[in-house]
């Protein structure tokens, strides 16, 4: 279990929200799909392929140190998921991403669709801006 106090950069959060969508964590998944693996995902056409594709991703992940939490009520804390529990989040964010694929406009050095608002939210943007112009191994280095 993990307090709240003690998120770290790669937890990427499950559930509904603002607090859960805005996570660093959250916002360098949703970058690091897009960027490695939207490609890949659209080209397949087979619900095997994707879920092979899904189990990989989630093994990549978490030897990067990415870890997958989803909040428990009774204990107050997150917990950690099984995969395949982080599998179907990484699946159902890869097809919301291909649904809105075509009316996502790039802005720049960030992308619009990760940060939706004018606010300067700091060194979380900042890294979000830089990501979009970082190779795969800086973009896990630079967390």
């Keep these: 279990m993990v307090a709240p106090d003690d998120l770290q950069p790669r937890d990427v959060l ?5 607090s859960t969508y805005t996570h660093s964590g959250n916002r360098l998944l949703r970058t690091f799909l897009d960027e490695q693996y ?4 659209n080209s397949l056409t087979s619900k095997k392929a994707k879920t092979t594709l899904t189990r990989q991703i989630v093994m990549d992940l978490e030897t990067e ?12 804390e997150w917990i950690m998921v099984d995969q395949n529990v982080a599998r179907e989040k990484i699946a159902t964010l890869l097809r919301e991403m291909a ?5 996502r406009v790039l802005d720049g050095a960030q992308n619009r669709a990760y940060d939706d608002d004018d606010d ?3 060194p979380q943007d900042d890294m979000m801006g830089q990501l979009h112009h970082d190779t795969v191994p800086s973009l896990f280095a630079s967390v």
């Design 38 to 41: 939207m490609g890949t995902w």
């Design 99 to 103: 649904r809105f694929e075509p009316y």
């Design 120 to 122: 300067d939210d700091g």
């Design 14 to 18: 499950l559930g509904r929200g603002g």
């Design 65 to 76: 140190g990415f870890r997958f939490l989803r909040w428990d009520d009774v204990s107050n």
